[in-house]
Structure formats: structure tokens, C-alpha cells
Nanobody, 122 residues
């Protein structure tokens, strides 16, 4: 059974940094795309960054330069480093995964974590 567990969210001041973690279990790690979505209150979830099976990383234009993915394959954990946090980064962040290459459609992700909340204040 695929399981994704996020951690690392919290309340921080604008300009600070956070490192979100997603610990994955229950599947062949190398055979799955994995990534992060975020969701603002009352809005649809939006893709933030993904790590594909060929180790290609892709970032949403809005987060390039501030968000960085990294991965420790030995413990099946994906990290999302967020620097220079902005109030507009306040959102629930979800870890996602899908067998094979990263899906083009946001609706085609099969596995979701329960999310970790990031709150950024001035």
C-alpha cells in the first residue's frame, strides 16, 4: 500500500525558510514519479514541483528560484526547500506520487498525502 507522509510545515515569518519532507513507503521508489502540490483556501490544488523517474525535476514558474527539490533515496524521502517565504506561500502542501512518469494532467495522480500546512506571516 502506497503511503505518503508529509512533515515540516509550520508558521514562519516572511523571508524565512522551511524544508518540507515527504516520506514514501509501499512501492518501488524508482518506478514512481513524486512531487508536491499546494492548495490555497478555497482554491484548486496546483502543481509545485515534481521529480520524475528519470530524475528530471520540474518546477512551476511561480516557484522557480525559491523552491528546491532534493531526495534521499536510501530513506525514500523527498524534500522541498522553500526559501525567502512570502505571505502568498501560505497554503496546504501535499505530497503526490504516481506510478511511472509524472502525469501531464493534475487529475491523474493516484496517491496523495494528507498535507502539511505552511503559514507565512509578516
Amino acid at each position: 500500500q502506497v503511503r505518503l507522509v508529509e512533515s515540516g510545515g509550520g508558521s514562519v515569518q516572511a523571508g524565512g525558510s522551511l524544508s518540507l519532507s515527504c516520506e514514501a513507503s509501499g512501492y518501488a521508489y524508482r518506478s514512481y514519479c513524486i512531487g508536491w502540490f499546494r492548495q490555497y483556501p478555497g482554491k484548486e490544488r496546483e502543481r509545485v514541483a515534481t521529480w520524475d523517474t528519470d530524475d528530471e525535476t520540474v518546477y512551476a514558474e511561480s516557484v522557480k528560484g525559491r523552491f528546491t527539490l532534493s531526495r534521499i533515496k536510501a530513506n525514500h524521502t523527498l524534500y522541498l526547500q522553500i526559501n525567502n517565504l512570502e505571505v502568498s506561500d501560505t497554503a496546504m502542501f501535499y505530497c503526490v506520487s504516481q506510478r511511472g512518469n509524472c502525469p501531464l494532467r493534475d487529475s491523474n495522480w493516484d496517491y496523495w498525502g494528507k498535507g502539511t500546512l505552511v503559514i507565512v506571516s509578516t
